[in-house]
């Protein structure tokens, strides 16, 4: 806790100043405006990883606290510093739970804000989040370092970008730096479809060292890909379809995925309910050893892909999940929902949401993984004020339960932010 205060004591101290400034404009016409979030979070878990002795069992409270400032300093230049502190109080132990204080984000925005560059530390996230994220859900987001372009063309945008991901140091401050190697690049386009709109890109990710099924080694790998999205009536849905090659040190890469959400709005009916089937598919290695990487790699994306609890990884997998979600009124929204996960190759594994192998695939022909049950609540207090309730149950299925530990996961989050 001494470490929570001491955060939020440097945070103070460099607001303090700055918020006599909150959307004010001095004589330059320089203008400055101030905000921030405090999030406290209460989570408990259980059988990390299915294994009743994993260290990260049991409770633990994660705090971020936020301190931005955007300037604007002429029309066609603009800048933004965000500082950042997490902290972590429990047995639980990872990086990008922590980082005692670092800048998330120190950028200029160079031009319009219908074509302009951003250049130095920033957020991104592309579409739907699935294969880049700025990883809310931890508690040290997601950054970047590097050049990136926003220009709006009609009913169109498009975005170019050269980035380098910054690595989070748990311990010190202002000490985070870039990865020795971890880059991504690329062009991503958004506009009008027939019905609803779409996406597509082209994108570049390159790692120094990547763990895979195929052993580790440098790699660069290539995913094109289109998303189609949208509602009409009651009708929403969301379906992207990407394919990935590439090399893995002297192996090629070809691995695919196709990802699939349907669903209905009753915005007229009470509580205004929300049914959804989600319906996903990702390549894996289909044989070991034969000059093909096959694995899907979902590069830097969200965690929570099937729960909240974020145990399980999109690659190498199918899996069906159906939602609901109710709305009481505008301020409170209740959902539940299960998951069903299978491995696709036997000859591969199942991995984590970093793309980590959680189990390798000998010992065990099945495909069935893990069943989810999942519900939660929230409930907006105010407009700077907001609360959430989630929990989890996971049931390992045949595979887990004959390649090594197979205890049930429970999962229980309680989150407080404030913003101002």
Not at 166 to 171: A, F, M
Not at 243 to 261: C, E, V
């Amino acid at each position: 806790m001494k470490a929570c205060l001491a955060s939020l004591t440097t945070l103070a101290l460099f607001a303090s100043p700055a918020i006599a400034q909150d959307n004010t404009s001095d004589a330059e016409g320089i203008d400055i405006e101030i905000s921030g979030v405090l999030r406290e979070r209460l989570t408990y878990i259980d059988n990390v990883n299915f294994a009743p002795e994993n260290e990260d069992n049991g409770w633990f409270l994660i705090q971020r606290a936020q301190l931005t400032a955007d300037a604007t300093l002429t029309p066609d230049l603009r800048a933004r510093v965000t500082l950042q502190s997490g902290v972590l109080e429990g047995d639980a132990f990872e990086p990008i739970q922590r980082n005692d204080l670092d800048i998330q984000e120190a950028y200029l925005e160079i031009g319009p804000k219908n074509a302009f560059v951003r250049i130095g530390r920033q957020e991104v996230g592309l579409g739907s989040y699935r294969l880049v994220s700025n990883r809310d859900g931890t508690n040290i987001k997601r950054t970047w370092d590097g050049v990136r372009g926003v220009a709006t063309l009609g009913d169109f945008t498009v975005q170019a970008m050269a980035l380098s991901e910054v690595v989070v140091e748990p311990e010190g401050v202002f000490n985070d730096p870039i990865a020795e190697g971890d880059t991504l690049a690329g062009v991503y386009l958004t506009g009008p479809a027939p019905i609803g709109e779409f996406d597509a890109y082209f994108l570049y990710s390159g790692f120094d060292a990547r763990r895979t099924i195929e052993g580790t080694d440098e790699q660069d790998r290539y995913t094109i890909g289109a998303r189609w999205f949208g509602e009409s009536g009651q009708l929403f849905w969301n379906m992207e379809g990407l394919y990935q090659f590439g090399s893995h040190g002297d192996i090629d890469i070809s691995a695919w995925s196709l990802a699939t959400n349907t669903g209905l709005r009753f915005e007229d009916a009470p509580w205004k309910p929300e049914i959804m089937l989600s319906a996903n598919i990702a390549s894996g290695d289909g044989e070991n050893g034969d000059g093909t990487l096959g694995t899907f790699d979902a590069l830097f994306p969200r965690g929570n892909y099937f729960s909240q609890a974020a145990i399980l990884g999109p690659s190498n997998f199918t899996n069906i999940n159906p939602s609901a979600r109710l709305r009481p009124n505008e301020d409170i929204e209740l959902f539940a929902d299960v998951n069903f996960y299978w491995r696709l190759e036997e000859d591969d594994g199942v991995y984590g949401p970093p793309f980590i192998l959680l189990r390798a695939p000998g010992g065990s022909d099945a495909r069935f993984v893990n069943t989810s049950i999942s519900a939660g609540a929230s409930w907006r207090v105010s407009e700077q004020f907001d609360l959430a309730l989630i929990g989890t149950h996971s049931n390992p299925g045949r595979f887990i339960e004959e390649t090594g530990p197979a205890a049930n996961i429970s999962f229980v989050e309680f989150t407080a932010q404030y913003r101002f």
